[in-house]
């Protein structure tokens, strides 16, 4: 089994109809899938996106940096509510470090604070990105995954793994069960943002990505082969 792992959810997947905003029966629906993970005994990170808020690159009518700025406080937004969600419905002991604090809400991530936490079993939700505009949470994550030392890191997304193409569009789109970095790369696949990638790679930080369904976190937590698995090699 495995014993540490950071889950990457998307900020669309807390998102109502669009993706856009917050519903309640995402919110329930994505939480519950995270207190299965937790039930195994995993220690668990959480870094959550914005998308259902804000993108910096969607907003071309502001500057990037405040763009971006705004996104890092839609993914603060979304970890609290998580958190209240996790915390509320689900009993889950869990804690929101920042990027950056936020007096009342959260503190700064620091090594420290992170071994206090995990000691103490708490599930992780990290807020606010890397902290930098340009990046996105994707890299968030692999950056927050390689901190706190995560055996893998899972992308959860709407589609089962990674294809060759859009599955929605083409219904002949080729699903990969593995596929190295630099394939990822080179052929320009939609699975994470270059720099994410790259970062992943250097750092052989292996990704699966997976959609919500069944009980694929815990198939995956138990070295269950479940999504595609991104990685340098099988
Ligand atoms: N963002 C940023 N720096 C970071 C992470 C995120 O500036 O380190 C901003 C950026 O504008 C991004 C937005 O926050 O578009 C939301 O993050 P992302 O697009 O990764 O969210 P997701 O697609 O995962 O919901």
């Known amino acids: 089994m495995l014993k540490r792992i950071l889950i990457k959810a998307s900020g669309e997947m807390l998102g109502g109809t669009g993706g856009y905003g917050l519903d309640q029966d995402s919110l329930l629906t994505l939480a519950k899938y995270l207190k299965q993970a937790h039930d195994t005994g995993v220690q668990l990170g959480i870094v959550i996106g914005a998308g259902n808020i804000m993108r910096g690159t969607s907003a071309q009518y502001l500057t990037r940096t405040k763009a971006d700025s705004a996104g890092m406080l839609g993914t603060a937004i979304n970890a609290i509510v998580l958190q209240d969600i996790l915390q509320q419905e689900f009993q889950l002991d869990c804690i929101v470090l920042g990027a950056f604090s936020i007096d009342g809400m959260f503190q700064q991530s620091?090594?420290?604070?992170?071994?206090?936490?995990?000691?103490?079993?708490?599930?992780?939700?990290?807020?606010?990105?890397?902290?930098?505009?340009?990046?996105?949470?994707?890299?968030?994550?692999?950056?927050?995954?390689?901190?706190?030392n995560a055996d893998l890191m899972i992308k959860v997304t709407k589609v089962d793994g990674v294809y060759d193409k859009d599955p929605h569009q083409f219904p002949d789109a080729k699903k990969y069960d593995f596929i190295s970095y630099q394939e990822v790369l080179a052929k320009k696949l939609n699975v994470m943002d270059f720099t994410a990638t790259s970062l992943a790679m250097e750092n052989n930080l292996p990704i699966r990505v997976v959609n919500l369904s069944g009980d694929n976190l815990v198939s995956i937590i138990n070295k269950k082969s479940i999504g595609t698995l991104v990685s340098s090699c099988e």
């Open 110 to 148: 620091s090594p420290q604070l992170l071994d206090t936490y995990f000691t103490q079993k708490k599930v992780v939700i990290f807020a606010g990105g890397t902290g930098a505009p340009y990046f996105s949470t994707d890299t968030a994550g692999v950056l927050k995954a390689l901190e706190i």
